[in-house]
């Protein structure tokens, strides 16, 4: 098992960047795939952004394509989801996920933080 812990959530401007972080502890991170996925008020929580154990592979929902990188340091046991030009609807709770291998799923998950509120005004 790992521990996750996300930060850098927060009330931003339509427009605006965010940066958000995800530190694990326990089991060493560079076992896991890791994947952030957000859940909006009366939405199913959705895959936002996954990269594997090593880095090399990325996935992003089409929704977030061009806009958000998602990222890790190994060394630094984080993951990181940078947020760029964010627009109203990526308002959200941003969720930090790991498994031992990357899927798109919920259910392919069985480590998750607490989660971070993202909110984007207009």
């Known amino acids: 098992q790992v521990q996750l812990v996300e930060s850098g959530g927060g009330l931003v401007l339509a427009g605006d960047s965010l940066r958000l972080s995800c530190a694990a502890s326990?089991?060493?991170?560079?076992?896991?795939?890791m994947a952030w996925f957000r859940q909006a008020p009366g939405k199913a929580r959705a895959i936002v952004a996954g990269i594997t154990a090593s880095g090399l592979h990325t996935y992003y929902g089409d929704s977030v394509k061009g806009r958000f990188t998602i990222s890790r340091d190994n060394a630094k046991n984080t993951a990181y989801l940078q947020m760029n030009s964010l627009k109203v609807e990526d308002t959200a709770i941003y969720s930090c996920?790991?498994?031992?291998?990357?899927?798109?799923?919920?259910?392919?998950?069985?480590?998750w933080g607490q989660g971070t509120q993202v909110t984007v005004s207009s």
């Open positions: 326990g089991r060493t991170l560079p076992t896991y795939a």
């Open positions: 996920a790991a498994s031992y291998a990357l899927g798109v799923d919920v259910a392919h998950y069985n480590n």
